[in-house]
């Protein structure tokens, strides 16, 4: 039976203190803990609470067991949690772009999927700067279909607005992520109506709908160290009509 917790740590829990107690997490392998539907943490920056819906009691308790040797370590005692048993739950339209959410979330506590998943978010609400929060500096990207790689923030940027600026509606949608470990591997379609220029093409108005394939490599803590991106440029230029489909059964 899914349940909510509330939690007031004692002393009073300050912003970098929630980030030590995520980094320890993180170490210990319960940074995206099995059976936790939704953490969120609110308060002041001198003065956090914490609220979670968890799946099962059982998966909790695992998950207490890591980390209330952590808050005691950290000087910290949980106190005793005030429980409930969920008796509904709604999702509101704003829910639609999580990257509002995740941005408040240390990325030990979202997980490589959830880091993944909030930077696809931020490119659907064209958030651009939010998508590459967990970049590093250095971070190098490549486009296999077209053979280009970008370095750092900014090139990603320009690379997003390119696809933006050819399908204005573009959207990721339908995504699966795997999360490996330090690889977050995601299969989505991209959408999107060509109403601007693709490079040198001009627009055409068609719908492109075609499948691709993300893989982001991460570092230790968390952050994106490199990407690929895999799709078929045949497909997109047959959906626009700028080329005829292949013949097929011929010998």
Known sequence: MAFVIRVNPTPAMTAEAYEQVGMRLEQAGAGNPPGLIYHTCYGTRDDLH??????NREDFDRFSATIVPILQELGF????????ELHDSAMGSAAKNTAAMSSAMPASRMGLDGIHRAAHAAFN??????????????T?????????????PAEFIDWMQGWIDAFPDATVEEARYIDSGDHCVATFQGRGTNNGPMGNLPPTGHRMDIGMCEVLRFDSSGRIAGGDMYYDTMSIMVQLGHMQPPMTGSV
């Open 50 to 55: 914490v609220f979670d819906v968890w799946d």
């Open 125 to 138: 609400g064209r958030d651009l700067h939010e998508a590459v929060r967990h970049f590093r500096p250095d």
């Open 77 to 84: 005692s949980s106190g005793p949690p005030e429980m409930y």
């Open 140 to 152: 190098e990207y490549t486009d296999h279909a077209r053979g280009l790689t970008t370095k750092g």
